[in-house]
């Protein structure tokens, strides 16, 4: 029986209860926990570096006020790309191809920057709405537009980290299946495929911590213009 492809998209369940919960838990038993000792291992020290210069790179162009976003975005950071490494292992699941999942983490974090500009310095929130020497014409078209690239926000991070990691998936499974198929018909070809499927399991290695630092990174984009 052949199965699709997109049946690796789907949440695992055993006895009926869906395994998701058990992935989104699983990321945060592989680190680490702080030490009181006055000297660090050497996983501890590789990860407060990782942290201190992430938080330094993100939160150095927004003012003092963001900087309360630095714990939350940080762990929003390593949360996900341990995420989307894992979901290259074998017999695994990623749970960041459910566009719900990242839907969830886009919408309220969008919906808190903009209620923070709202709050703070509504005139200039507000402003961002119509660009300064607007033709009176074209004030009421510039402000619906405007206002929908506002709520478009949100889909596109979820719908962006969504479609490059299933993207991704799709790609690998088709070509390692090409070269499951090719071996006994031409082992020469199906040598090329596997190294041709070696290279895409590195590139997507970096898709997969380049996406988590690119939805961070707007998410930031988005504080710094409300703060």
Same mark, same amino acid.
């Given at each position: 029986m052949m199965l699709s492809f997109f049946?690796?998209?789907?949440?695992?369940?055993?006895?009926?209860?869906?395994?998701?919960?058990?992935?989104?838990?699983l990321?945060?038993?592989?680190?680490?926990?702080p030490s009181s000792r006055w000297l660090n291992n050497r996983m501890l020290t590789l990860q407060s570096w990782f942290i201190n210069g992430f938080a330094q790179q993100i939160f150095?162009?927004?003012?003092?006020?963001?900087h309360k976003w630095a714990a939350l975005l940080t762990s929003l950071m390593i949360f996900l790309i341990?995420?989307?490494?894992?979901g290259l292992l074998p017999y695994t699941f990623t749970p960041t191809t459910q566009l719900s999942m990242n839907m969830a983490f886009a919408v309220p974090l969008w919906?808190?920057?903009?209620?923070?500009?709202?709050?703070?310095?509504?005139?200039?929130?507000l402003a961002h709405l119509l660009p300064e020497g607007t033709p009176t014409p074209?004030?009421?078209?510039?402000?619906?537009i405007e206002t929908i690239s506002l709520f478009i926000r949100p889909l596109a991070l979820g719908v962006r980290l969504t479609a490059n990691l299933t993207a991704g998936h799709l790609l690998i499974q088709l070509i390692a299946t090409a070269a499951l198929v090719l071996m006994p018909l031409m082992?020469? &070809? @199906? !040598?090329?495929?596997?190294?041709?499927?070696?290279?895409?399991?590195?590139?997507? &290695? @970096? !898709?997969?911590m380049i996406q988590a630092y690119v939805f961070v990174l707007l998410l930031s984009l988005y504080l710094q213009e409300n703060v």
């Open positions: 049946d690796q998209f789907m949440s695992p369940t055993l006895l009926g209860i869906p395994l998701i919960a058990l992935a989104l838990t990321p945060w038993v592989l680190f680490p926990k150095q162009p927004i003012n003092q006020a963001g341990t995420l989307n490494m894992l919906l808190a920057t903009v209620i923070i500009g709202m709050r703070n310095q509504p005139t200039h929130a074209l004030i009421p078209i510039l402000i619906m082992p020469a &070809v @199906a !040598v090329l495929t596997g190294a041709l499927l070696l290279m895409l399991t590195l590139l997507e &290695v @970096a !898709v997969a």
